[in-house]
């Protein structure tokens, strides 16, 4: 079974729609984040989470929010989908002077 | 907050090649830093990673990189390139457990 999963893999939306992408994790890590890849952009960082009560602003945070529901589990919602939102979003988790390991992304189309 | 520069944003290689990918970060405290690359389609997988030790670190796949503080870069290096390191490379830096990621670079590798 895959460490780190993410709900959908795939998804078209509508302008103005609220989305959720999940994210769970067995690799008993205590930190998560939530990235999106755009190209020539890398992958910049939404949100991060070092544990259950703890919840962070990344680099680019406007027009999102999230949930950390358990300690192996991270949502990430819009909510209210804009086209520029369109990307890859991956899930990553990591504990204490690990690296992250990431999840296999979700593609999100908004039109 | 950090950046991470990838000065190379495509490159494009015949295979036995040699191969060296520029980074550099813009902290200048304490920093761990990571190589990572995403074959078509994938996600992204742990290359390297410095902590601490010697500077010239090995990974998987003959990739070796080189942490020269004085310059604050960890460029990447491989002798050889095959057709199957074609991929995206994504230099990464963290401190305090947040990571900051470079824009990547595209590695077109020529049978």
């Known amino acids: 079974d895959a460490d780190v999963t993410q709900t959908p893999r795939n998804r078209i939306t509508k302008t103005g729609k609220r989305i959720m992408l999940e994210c769970s994790q067995t690799k008993g890590h205590d930190r998560m984040y939530w990235y999106r890849q755009d190209p020539g952009l890398g992958l910049r960082l939404i949100y991060y989470s070092f544990d259950v009560k703890d919840i962070n602003k990344g680099e680019i945070s406007d027009g999102y929010s999230v949930s950390r529901q358990a300690q192996a589990k991270f949502s990430l919602s819009l909510e209210s989908a804009i086209p520029n939102q369109t990307a890859l979003y991956f899930c990553?988790?990591?504990?204490?002077?690990?690296?992250?390991?990431f999840g296999p992304g979700t593609r999100l189309t908004v039109l | 907050a950090q950046s991470v520069s990838q000065h190379n944003h495509h490159v494009i290689l015949s295979e036995a090649a040699s191969l060296e990918l520029g980074c550099n970060y813009s902290?200048?405290?304490?920093?761990?830093l990571f190589w990572y690359v995403q074959y078509p389609g994938q996600h992204l997988q742990l290359l390297l990673k410095y902590f601490s030790g010697d500077p010239l670190v090995k990974g998987i796949k003959g990739f070796e990189a080189e942490f020269i503080k004085s310059k604050f870069s960890f460029n990447l290096r491989k002798p050889s390139v095959q057709w199957s390191d074609t991929a995206e490379y994504f230099c990464a830096v963290s401190n305090f457990n947040k990571f900051y990621f470079g824009s990547g670079t595209k590695l077109n590798v020529k049978p």
């Open positions: 990553a988790t990591s504990d204490l002077k690990q690296d992250p390991f």
């Open positions: 902290y200048g405290g304490t920093v761990n």
